[in-house]
């Protein structure tokens, strides 16, 4: 069993930074990945940012150059940085996490979200 935790999300301007966490726990063995998404109303959710083994990072074009996404292995734990945010950036942000847990078994689990509002 594993759960996915997000947390920092919250208002701020445009121009503005928030950094978003992700907090995997349960029977982990291993995180395989880790990845950030986010959904708007009435639109598809889409990848935001991505981190995988060995520190392999994709990112959306829409937010290269803005965001940057890391990890603590220590804490089973991804963040999202997020700078130079802009109303378009506004979503429900959500964690993913591929997981190997301790039996062996493979689980691709997901947060309940965390809101990001830009605006004046």
């Known amino acids: 069993q594993v759960q996915v935790v997000e947390s920092g999300g919250g208002l701020v301007q445009p121009g503005g930074s928030l950094r978003l966490s992700c907090a995997a726990s349960?029977?982990?063995?291993?995180?395989?990945?880790m990845g950030w998404y986010r959904q708007a109303p009435g639109k598809e959710r889409e990848k935001v940012a991505t981190?995988?083994?060995?520190?392999?990072?994709s990112y959306a074009e829409s937010v290269k150059g803005r965001f940057t996404i890391s990890r603590d292995d220590a804490k089973n734990t991804a963040y999202l940085q997020m700078n130079n945010l802009k109303p378009e950036d506004t979503a429900l942000y959500y964690c993913?996490?591929?997981?190997?847990?301790?039996?062996?078994?493979?689980?691709?689990?997901w947060g309940q979200g965390t809101q990001v509002t830009v605006s004046s």
């Open positions: 349960g029977s982990i063995s291993r995180i395989n990945a």
């Open positions: 981190i995988g083994s060995l520190d392999r990072i």
């Open positions: 993913n996490a591929a997981v190997r847990t301790t039996n062996n078994k493979l689980y691709d689990s």
